[in-house]
């Protein structure tokens, strides 16, 4: 199978406004994440507090699942 690429990755360029929004989004995204989980961490909404642990936890353990399957996966077919 021959695949030949007619863009080399290396040359790819993007524009300095292009850039600063990138960085831009990704600073706000951060930000809001940042404020959003500083109300659980302080203790004043413990209610709140347990319900991050428990999403955490349960991302935690969906991903542990998902690991699992790939695993089993590769180990069934590329056995």
Same mark, same amino acid.
């Given at each position: 199978m021959n695949i030949s690429v007619t863009v080399d990755p290396l040359e790819w360029q993007i524009s300095q406004d292009t850039a600063n929004s990138i960085v831009a989004w990704l600073a706000n995204t951060i930000g809001a994440a940042e404020s959003v989980l500083r109300v659980p961490d302080t203790g004043h909404d413990k209610r709140l507090f347990f319900k991050v642990? @428990?999403? $955490? #936890?349960?991302? &935690? *353990? $969906? *991903?542990? $699942?998902? &690991? %699992? $399957?790939?695993? *089993? #996966?590769? %180990?069934? @077919? @590329?056995?």
């Open positions: 642990v @428990f999403c $955490l #936890y349960m991302l &935690s *353990a $969906l *991903a542990r $699942l998902v &690991s %699992g $399957l790939t695993v *089993a #996966y590769a %180990g069934i @077919f @590329f056995a």
